[in-house]
């Protein structure tokens, strides 16, 4: 029972890390044209909007299915593991693990959904890629 209950608390937390992270891409998907620009924080981030059809980096370009199915293997991994015995991760490990799962779990909506991966953050305080919520 209490791992159930676990398993419910976490769940959570990865559905509100996933409704932030699509709340946030549908407002950009609404507001913001393709290759636009809205200024945020000054000198730390501004909002471009770009399609990401690869992973991290835009590596992969193009094979949304491989990452769909990756994605899949890992969350069966994820779950036969946590009930086959318990996961010998802190309470914190579990909440990064949960927060990784709800990015991907996203990003994975986007790739079936768009076909590419809404991106928006790009700071300015450094040369890095554009990111979104759920990276």
Known sequence: MRSRLRLLF???FVALILVADQVTKLLVL??????????AIPGLFHLTY????????????????LFVGIFLVLTVV????????????TVFDR??????????LGN?????????VVDMICTDFMD???????D
């Not at 609404?30 to 200024?39: A, E, R, S, T, W």
């Not at 890095?128 to 759920?134: G, K, R, S, Y």
């Open 10 to 12: 976490y769940g959570l």
């Open 30 to 39: 609404d507001k913001i044209p393709l290759f636009g620009q809205v200024k």
């Open 50 to 65: 770009v399609q990401n059809t690869g992973a991290a980096f835009s590596s992969f370009q193009g094979m949304r299915w």
């Open 78 to 89: 994820l779950l036969v593991e946590y009930f086959k015995k318990p996961m010998p991760f």
């Open 95 to 104: 909440f990064c693990l949960a927060a990784i799962y709800g990015g991907a």
């Open 108 to 116: 994975v909506i986007d790739r079936v959904r768009l076909g590419y």
């Open 128 to 134: 890095f890629p554009v990111f979104n919520i759920a």
